[in-house]
C-alpha cells in the first residue's frame, strides 16, 4: 500500500466519447460500495481489459472507472459474515472491470458473495494466471464433460489457442488424456501450443469461412470455441455425431450464419459458456478442478509478469493478436 487510505490503480476517463488511461493515486473514499475491501495482490489481462482500456465496445458506460476482470489477495476489511481480514479470495465474473470497479488497483471493495476462497494449495500468482480464462476454459471442459466427452472418441478442437482460454484448455484437455486439435494462424505459437499438450495444429485459414455447405466432413467429437463468428459457422457443421461445441467468446463478432442441420441430423449441441453470473457452487466446483486437474508446470510455462504501468501498452497489444499465454500483473510490482 502507499499509505492509509491512499492507493495506485490505473483510472480511465471519457471526454467526448475518447477513453484515456492513466496511472493514478486514489483514496479509499473514491471505492464503490461493497461489503468486502480486498488488497490486491495480482490480476491479468484478459482480451476484455484489453477492450476496456481502449474504449471498444463499451462494455464500460460509467467513468472514471477502474478495469481489471479478476483478481486475488487478501480480505482488508470485511463486513461479511462470511470473510474475514487476512482471507485470501479470488474474484473472477459478475462484470468487475466493466461495470464495477475491479482488480487494476491496490484496492477494490466489492460484494462479499462474489468472491471465493483461494484454493488449498494454489498462490495468488497462480491462481491469476488462470484468472477469467482458465476459470472459463475449465467451465467449458466441464460442460463438454456432461455431454459425453470422450477421450476415444477423436479429437477436440481448440480455437483462439494461443489465448488466454485456449491455452488453459489445451493444458486441462491434455492432462486429462483428450487428444487436441489448436487452431492458429501464428506459427510461431506452434512449439508454444505443442508444449501445451496439443497433439496437432489447424491453420485459423481453413475454419476462417464457411464452405456453405450445411454438413461436412465430421472432424472433431467437439470443441471449445473463443473465437465466435464466421469460425463458430465454420465448425459446428464439422463436429461429429452427437458432439459439443462450448462457446466462450465472441472476439470473431456475435453473428452466427447455420442451418438446423448440425442440430438436427447430428445431434449437435451449443453450449454457452457463461463465467460472469456463474453460480457459487459451480464457480467453487472449477475452481477445485483447476487446482487437480491444470498442469502447473504448464501453467507455469504460460506466465509473462507485468506492472499496473505496463498495461497502458499492453491493452492495445493484446487486441493486435501480440499477447500469448497469460499475463499476470504484479499490482505491487
Given at each position: 500500500?502507499?499509505?492509509?487510505?491512499?492507493?495506485?490503480?490505473?483510472l480511465?476517463?471519457?471526454?467526448?466519447?475518447?477513453?484515456?488511461?492513466?496511472?493514478?493515486?486514489?483514496?479509499?473514499?473514491?471505492?464503490?460500495?461493497?461489503?468486502?475491501?480486498?488488497?490486491?495482490?495480482?490480476?491479468?489481462?484478459?482480451?476484455?481489459?484489453?477492450?476496456?482500456?481502449?474504449?471498444v465496445?463499451?462494455?464500460?458506460?460509467?467513468?472514471?472507472?477502474?478495469?481489471?476482470?479478476?483478481?486475488?489477495?487478501?480480505?482488508?476489511?470485511?463486513?461479511?459474515?462470511?470473510?474475514?481480514?487476512?482471507?485470501?479470495?479470488?474474484?473472477?465474473?459478475?462484470?468487475?472491470?466493466?461495470?464495477?470497479?475491479?482488480?487494476?488497483?491496490?484496492?477494490?471493495?466489492?460484494?462479499?458473495?462474489?468472491?471465493?476462497?483461494?484454493?488449498?494449495?494454489?498462490?495468488?500468482?497462480?491462481?491469476?494466471?488462470?484468472?477469467?480464462?482458465?476459470?472459463?476454459?475449465?467451465?467449458?471442459?466441464?460442460?463438454?464433460e456432461e455431454?459425453?466427452?470422450?477421450?476415444?472418441?477423436?479429437?477436440?478442437?481448440?480455437?483462439?489457442?494461443?489465448?488466454?482460454?485456449?491455452?488453459?484448455?489445451?493444458?486441462?484437455?491434455?492432462?486429462?488424456?483428450?487428444?487436441v486439435?489448436?487452431?492458429?494462424?501464428?506459427?510461431?505459437?506452434?512449439?508454444?501450443?505443442?508444449?501445451?499438450?496439443?497433439?496437432?495444429?489447424?491453420?485459423?485459414?481453413?475454419?476462417?469461412?464457411p464452405?456453405?455447405?450445411?454438413?461436412?466432413?465430421?472432424?472433431?467429437?467437439?470443441?471449445?470455441?473463443?473465437?465466435?463468428?464466421?469460425?463458430?459457422?465454420?465448425?459446428?457443421p464439422?463436429?461429429?455425431?452427437?458432439?459439443?461445441?462450448?462457446?466462450?467468446?465472441?472476439?470473431?463478432?456475435?453473428?452466427?450464419?447455420?442451418?438446423?442441420?448440425?442440430f438436427?441430423?447430428?445431434?449437435?449441441?451449443?453450449?454457452?459458456?457463461?463465467?460472469v453470473?456463474?453460480?457459487?457452487?459451480?464457480?467453487?466446483?472449477?475452481?477445485?478442478r483447476?487446482?487437480?486437474?491444470?498442469?502447473?508446470?504448464?501453467?507455469?510455462?504460460?506466465?509473462?509478469?507485468?506492472?499496473?504501468?505496463?498495461?497502458?501498452?499492453?491493452?492495445?497489444?493484446?487486441?493486435?493478436?501480440?499477447?500469448?499465454?497469460?499475463?499476470?500483473?504484479?499490482?505491487?510490482?
Amino acid at each position: 500500500m502507499r499509505g492509509t487510505g491512499v492507493f495506485k490503480a490505473i483510472l480511465l476517463q471519457e471526454n467526448e466519447g475518447k477513453v484515456s488511461a492513466e496511472l493514478a493515486e486514489l483514496e479509499d473514499s473514491q471505492l464503490p460500495e461493497g461489503d468486502v475491501t480486498v488488497a490486491v495482490d495480482y490480476s491479468t489481462l484478459n482480451y476484455k481489459d484489453g477492450m476496456v482500456l481502449n474504449g471498444v465496445g463499451r462494455l464500460v458506460r460509467n467513468y472514471p472507472h477502474v478495469p481489471g476482470v479478476d483478481f486475488a489477495g487478501r480480505v482488508e476489511d470485511s463486513s461479511h459474515p462470511d470473510y474475514k481480514a487476512g482471507d485470501a479470495v479470488v474474484l473472477t465474473g459478475w462484470r468487475v472491470g466493466e461495470m464495477h470497479w475491479g482488480g487494476y488497483a491496490e484496492k477494490a471493495r466489492v460484494k462479499g458473495d462474489w468472491l471465493v476462497p483461494l484454493p488449498e494449495g494454489l498462490s495468488g500468482k497462480r491462481a491469476m494466471a488462470i484468472g477469467t480464462a482458465g476459470f472459463t476454459a475449465m467451465l467449458a471442459v466441464m460442460a463438454l464433460e456432461e455431454h459425453g466427452l470422450d477421450p476415444a472418441k477423436g479429437e477436440v478442437l481448440v480455437t483462439g489457442a494461443a489465448g488466454g482460454v485456449g491455452s488453459v484448455a489445451i493444458a486441462i484437455l491434455s492432462k486429462l488424456g483428450y487428444p487436441v486439435a489448436a487452431s492458429t494462424g501464428r506459427a510461431e505459437t506452434h512449439d508454444y501450443l505443442k508444449g501445451l499438450g496439443a497433439t496437432s495444429l489447424i491453420d485459423r485459414a481453413e475454419i476462417a469461412e464457411p464452405s456453405g455447405r450445411p454438413l461436412d466432413r465430421e472432424r472433431w467429437q467437439a470443441c471449445i470455441d473463443s473465437v465466435g463468428g464466421s469460425t463458430l459457422s465454420c465448425v459446428l457443421p464439422q463436429i461429429a455425431y452427437g458432439g459439443s461445441v462450448a462457446a466462450v467468446g465472441l472476439a470473431g463478432g456475435s453473428k452466427l450464419d447455420t442451418t438446423v442441420l448440425p442440430f438436427l441430423l447430428r445431434g449437435v449441441h451449443l453450449l454457452g459458456i457463461d463465467s460472469v453470473m456463474c453460480p457459487l457452487e459451480r464457480r467453487k466446483a472449477a475452481w477445485a478442478r483447476l487446482v487437480k486437474d491444470l498442469p502447473m508446470d504448464r501453467l507455469d510455462g504460460m506466465i509473462n509478469e507485468a506492472k499496473l504501468a505496463d498495461l497502458l501498452t499492453l491493452g492495445s497489444d493484446i487486441l493486435k493478436g501480440q499477447v500469448r499465454g497469460r499475463v499476470v500483473v504484479d499490482i505491487k510490482g
